[in-house]
């Protein structure tokens, strides 16, 4: 008999190891980002761009798992959303250029700001969304200044 629950419990130990080595289960709801876009002086901005992707870090550089564009309505206001791939280690959203309002650093009109605690900064890399957020629905608000 005490062979039988030993052997029982070494077949359990496999699938505790396997529990333990998973990644978290993400969530099956959508991440949605919204907010509204401005311009200097505070308007709304129509057509300004952006794109929410999510990346695997596996590799040399890893590989998209998800990219979904969008531009801003006449009110200035955008919404994506999208569901994490369960392959996905990290989302984030950056400005892109459009028709409308071409953000080409350097030679473009327009230079991009995040609000950040009440004030607008510059945007230098994309904004990572944190995994506590995936899922749920979040605002993030830009502004973007013509040159």
């Known amino acids: 008999m005490k062979r039988r629950q030993m052997l029982r419990l070494l077949g359990l130990v496999p699938l505790a190891l396997l529990g333990i080595s998973c990644k978290d289960k993400l969530p099956t709801t959508p991440t949605i980002v919204r907010g509204k876009i401005i311009d200097k002086n505070g308007d709304p901005l129509e057509g300004a761009g952006l794109r929410l992707s999510g990346v695997n870090l596996k590799g040399f550089s890893g590989y998209d798992t998800f990219s979904i564009t969008t531009e801003s309505d006449?009110?200035?206001?955008?919404?994506?959303?999208?569901?994490?791939?369960?392959?996905?280690?990290?989302?984030?959203?950056?400005?892109?250029?459009?028709?409308?309002?071409?953000?080409?650093?350097?030679?473009?009109?327009?230079?991009?700001?995040?609000?950040?605690?009440g004030n607008y900064e510059k945007i230098t890399s994309p904004h990572f969304i944190p995994r506590s957020d995936w899922g749920k629905t979040i605002t993030l608000n830009y502004q973007f200044r013509k040159r």
């Open 74 to 117: 006449k009110n200035g206001m955008y919404e994506l959303s999208q569901v994490a791939p369960q392959d996905t280690e990290q989302i984030d959203i950056l400005p892109r250029t459009t028709d409308k309002v071409p953000l080409n650093i350097g030679i473009g009109d327009y230079v991009s700001y995040f609000l950040v605690e």
